[in-house]
């Protein structure tokens, strides 16, 4: 490996440690083994704060098979978020029991361009409608016009996604 290579990836090793030695004493971003999960919990976290919700990110995710709970209404969210440097367009598996589901779509400018936010019974109503699996894995798609996040649910974008400074 030459040195500059060598040196780029150790320097993306460091902010890497740095960033999970600051997360894992932060209420908010511990937890989750993946830092893009534990970001897209934050970004969920702050909206559902913003709509007065009072979530708490879930200390057992592996285990509770949903990454938040709601203070308010007992309610527990499941998170996924998917970056520009997602080329094939899905993530996880969508699965577990929770209540309702947050869908993220990060940008190249690493802003948060799209937010869905569905119940996990239409969720699953618009699944069956589709004739497709009710535990799929994440995908871009999903928050399109045709998705099933506009079909079944709502998806935040534009100016009614910017109010909530998200990302």
Same mark, same amino acid.
């Given at each position: 490996?030459? &040195?500059?290579?060598?040196?780029?990836?150790?320097?993306?090793?460091?902010?890497?440690?740095?960033?999970?030695?600051?997360?894992?004493?932060?209420?908010?971003?511990?937890?989750?083994?993946?830092?893009?999960?534990?970001?897209?919990?934050?970004?969920?976290?702050?909206?559902?704060?913003?709509?007065?919700?009072?979530?708490?990110?879930? /200390?057992?995710?592996?285990?509770?098979?949903?990454?938040?709970?709601?203070?308010?209404?007992?309610?527990? *969210?499941?998170?996924?978020?998917?970056?520009?440097?997602?080329?094939?367009?899905?993530?996880?598996? *969508?699965?577990?029991?929770?209540?309702?589901?947050?869908?993220?779509?990060?940008?190249?400018?690493?802003?948060?361009?799209?937010?869905?936010?569905?119940? /996990?019974?239409?969720?699953?109503?618009?699944?069956?409608?589709? &004739?497709?699996?009710?535990?799929?894995?994440?995908?871009?798609?999903?928050?399109?016009?045709?998705?099933?996040?506009?079909?079944?649910?709502?998806?935040? *974008?534009?100016?009614?996604?910017?109010?909530? &400074?998200?990302?």
């Amino acid at each position: 490996m030459n &040195n500059q290579r060598k040196q780029l990836c150790l320097n993306y090793l460091k902010a890497r440690k740095a960033f999970l030695e600051e997360a894992n004493k932060d209420d908010v971003l511990h937890g989750n083994d993946n830092i893009v999960g534990r970001i897209g919990e934050a970004i969920a976290h702050s909206f559902l704060e913003q709509l007065g919700k009072k979530p708490e990110v879930v /200390r057992n995710q592996s285990k509770a098979g949903y990454d938040i709970i709601c203070l308010s209404d007992n309610s527990k *969210i499941s998170v996924k978020m998917i970056t520009s440097e997602n080329k094939s367009g899905s993530t996880s598996q *969508i699965k577990h029991e929770w209540h309702e589901l947050i869908g993220i779509e990060l940008g190249e400018d690493l802003k948060v361009i799209k937010l869905g936010l569905i119940t /996990r019974k239409n969720f699953e109503l618009e699944l069956t409608k589709r &004739n497709q699996r009710l535990a799929p894995n994440f995908s871009r798609a999903m928050l399109k016009e045709t998705g099933v996040f506009a079909k079944a649910g709502k998806i935040y *974008i534009g100016e009614e996604l910017a109010k909530y &400074n998200l990302l």
